[in-house]
């Protein structure tokens, strides 16, 4: 069986802390998928001028944020990395004339680890992290997940992670309940193009979109879907499968592509 790509909102860090309906799913999602034997996580904290693999035997957990509870800073995720599919990804990219490069220094940022604390909280799924390039936009990032896509057919799970609306500024710590408005559109926005398979219009968002500019003052956290979208495959088929809001401008929506 083919592994589905995914994409998932991590939020604020204090997510994994919050144990509210995106720790829940994120909980369920890795007792109902096949087991991988090893996870690609796309995190839209690492930016660089092309796409880099991380190469360590065992990367560190990165604490790149300040100012949060100190549970947080003592948390770590001791998964195994994957040097060897390290090469085998970049040379995926290299074939398909994206140029990328092997970093052998760097550990898994909050991105990727929150989430895979809540998705494999035992870390025994071996673990690497691909950049992204906000300066190349949507399409360069669909370019490299289909150039990753046959990593799928090997059991390896594309993990992107970032969010599905993002906007810092508008933050309202202590807001429950409804989301702001221009948030809310681009989230439906975003799902029916999505399962519309629209992907002229998602790759052209910040003119499309309603709430595109409001809801990504920067491109960084929604461009890890673009590469979970790509590693679905030409005719991929996207499916939401998780819906929420958080502080009222972080959308926590999830999608499933295969």
Request: proline share 9%; charged share 15%.
């Amino acid at each position: 069986m083919t592994l589905p790509s995914l994409f998932v909102s991590h939020g604020a860090p204090t997510l994994i802390l919050e144990n509210g309906p995106t720790c829940a799913f994120l909980r369920r999602l890795g007792q109902e998928l096949p087991r991988p034997d090893a996870v690609l996580a796309v995190s839209a904290h690492w930016e660089t001028p092309r796409p880099a693999l991380g190469a360590v035997p065992s990367p560190e957990t990165i604490h790149d944020f300040y100012g949060f509870p100190d549970a947080l800073y003592r948390m770590r995720y001791p998964a195994q990395g994957s040097p060897g599919l390290a090469d085998r990804a970049a040379a995926l990219l290299e074939a398909s004339g994206i140029a990328a490069e092997i970093d052998k220094q760097r550990g898994l940022d909050h991105g990727a680890w929150v989430p895979l604390l809540l998705t494999y909280p035992d870390a025994d799924v071996p673990t690497l992290q691909l950049s992204i390039q906000p300066q190349l936009g949507p399409a360069h990032h669909v370019a490299v997940g289909r150039a990753l896509a046959p990593l799928r057919e090997a059991n390896v799970l594309v993990l992107a992670s970032g969010g599905a609306v993002h906007n810092l500024r508008a933050l309202r710590w202590n807001r429950s309940g409804s989301p702001e408005s221009w948030a809310q559109d681009f989230d439906d926005w975003l799902m029916q193009k999505i399962e519309g398979g629209a992907l002229h219009d998602l790759v052209a968002y910040r003119t499309q979109a309603p709430g595109g500019v409001q809801s990504h003052p920067r491109d960084e956290h929604l461009l890890p879907l673009y590469v979970a979208l790509g590693a679905g495959g030409d005719n991929a088929i996207g499916k939401r499968i998780h819906y929420g809001f958080e502080h009222g401008s972080l959308g926590m929506a999830a999608f499933s592509f295969s």
